[in-house]
């Protein structure tokens, strides 16, 4: 019986082997289209600054300037939150760069996005920037 070295065996299983993904989210099921024709609010702007809450579950908050938005009227300076640990689906932003964030509303002008929303937002960024380009 011949035995291959384990470096091989670890090279085979990395370049054979779909990515291990611990989000029911991460692969999105819906194009950008569908998803704008659902009524999810999408942003596109620039974070403006980021405020990191101590608590072990609790937020960062991201003031965000928005150049575009579909399906709702949001203009000038938001404010964004997420979680702050990636295993309750935090997601960060950039300060200084143009992101696009796609946002779940709990209650007015309360607006959230977490890591599920930006793995849609990043599987089809030029979906999403066609979208809001032509929403101008």
């Not at 291990?20 to 620039?46: F, H, N, Q, Y």
């Not at 991201?62 to 979680?83: D, M, P, Q, R």
Request: glycine share 8%; net charge negative.
């Amino acid at each position: 019986m011949r035995i291959l070295p384990l470096g091989l065996v670890a090279t085979i299983i990395a370049f054979t082997c779909e990515p291990a993904l611990a989000c029911s989210c991460a692969r999105p099921t819906k194009s950008p289209a569908e998803l704008a024709a659902d009524g999810s609010i999408v942003v596109k702007g620039v974070a403006t600054s980021e405020e990191i809450s101590s608590k072990p579950n609790g937020n960062v908050s991201y003031g965000f300037k928005v150049s575009h938005a579909i399906n709702a009227k949001l203009h000038g300076e938001i404010t964004l939150k997420s979680a702050v640990s990636f295993a309750t689906c935090g997601a960060r932003l950039d300060v200084g760069a143009v992101s696009v964030v796609l946002l779940h509303r709990t209650e007015p002008g309360d607006y959230r996005f977490s890591s599920c929303g930006q793995y849609a937002i990043q599987h089809d960024l030029d979906g999403w920037n066609a979208i809001l380009d032509a929403a101008e």
